[in-house]
Each structure stands twice: as structure tokens, then as C-alpha cells.
């Protein structure tokens, strides 16, 4: 019923997993911390402060509301709020501004049917790290493949990984019937 690891001794302890869904923002400076989340479309921006031993990761659904409902209530949702409140979140637990590192995972473009939102994600968090002056040390953005992230905040380790859509039937290409020939008969 319950799973329970056994480790040789003196092995560190397994990391403590938490989920990082959309419309989060989470910080930890614990060395058991292992901040995780699955982006399609989504980004996650990854920051530490190799120092402080201190990170966060979040995960934001859109770059920026609509036109037409910006300068009303807050919407955790885009990443217009969610990149602000990640390095005021760090700072706020002793963080430094200067000594912040990034890392930038996500935007792919999974429905050829819907706008190039994924891609609009990716271009938004780049023009974030650069106007902050964030040092990016590795992204992986874009493509048409989800991607599943997990990130340990206290030492700034990443593993990304592609996953595949195995529920995706395969495209099939379209055949054009031959073209009728010889009588129709009407009734």
C-alpha cells in the first residue's frame, strides 16, 4: 500500500517532490526541495541564487493579458505577474538581484490548429531575463513536444525531459478518391 525506499547508509535523502502548477510561483531553500512541473504550451522560469542557496520555479499560462483587460485585477495566470513575483519572492527570502541565474523551459507549440502561443510564451520570458539582467545559463524552448522539469532551488540543478504524446494518433495522410468515370444513374 505504501512505498517506502530503502538507501544505503549515509545516503542523502530522496528529494522531497512539489508541483508547480500554472499560476504558481515557489521558492525553497530546502536541499530535499525538488520543484516540479509538466509545460506544454505553458512556461517555467527556473532562478537561483548560487549564494543564497535559494530558488524558485513558475509556471505561467500566457505572457500578458488582453488588451482589454489589462489595468484590471491581477491575474496569477499570466506571466506579466507571475516573473515579477518569483524574484520579489527571492529577494524577500535573501536573494540578490545581481547573483540570480535562470533557467528557461517550455513554449511548444502542441496544436498546429491554435495561434503560436507557445512560441509567444518563450518570446515574452527571454525579453523578461534579458530587461532584468538575469543571467540565462540554459533554455530549452519551443518545438511541438510537452516537457516535464524538475528543479532542485537550493543548488540550481535541472533535468528536462521531452515527453511524448503516446495518446496522439498517428497523422495520416489524406488520399484523393479517383475521379468517377461512366454513368450516373439518378433515382
Not at 545516503?11 to 512541473?37: C, F, H
Amino acid at each position: 500500500m505504501f512505498e517506502q525506499r530503502i538507501l544505503p547508509p549515509g545516503s542523502p535523502p530522496p528529494p522531497e517532490r512539489i508541483t508547480v502548477m500554472q499560476g504558481q510561483a515557489l521558492v525553497s531553500g530546502d536541499a530535499r526541495a525538488e520543484l516540479s512541473t509538466v509545460l506544454g504550451s505553458c512556461v517555467a522560469l527556473c532562478l537561483f541564487d548560487p549564494e543564497a542557496h535559494l530558488g524558485g520555479m513558475n509556471h505561467f499560462l500566457l505572457a500578458e493579458p488582453p488588451a482589454s483587460t489589462r489595468g484590471g485585477p491581477v491575474d496569477e495566470y499570466y506571466g506579466t505577474y507571475l516573473m515579477e513575483l518569483l524574484v520579489n519572492q527571492m529577494m524577500a527570502r535573501g536573494a540578490r538581484k545581481s547573483r540570480l541565474k535562470a533557467h528557461l523551459y517550455g513554449g511548444a507549440n502542441v496544436n498546429r490548429n491554435m495561434m503560436r502561443i507557445g512560441s509567444a510564451n518563450a518570446d515574452f520570458a527571454r525579453s523578461f531575463i534579458q530587461r532584468e539582467g538575469i543571467e540565462l545559463l540554459r533554455s530549452d524552448l519551443g518545438g511541438t513536444s510537452a516537457r516535464r522539469v524538475d528543479f532542485r532551488p537550493a543548488s540550481g540543478q535541472v533535468r528536462c525531459r521531452h515527453v511524448e504524446d503516446r495518446f496522439a494518433p498517428p497523422v495520416q495522410p489524406t488520399m484523393r478518391p479517383e475521379k468517377a468515370t461512366g454513368d450516373v444513374e439518378l433515382f
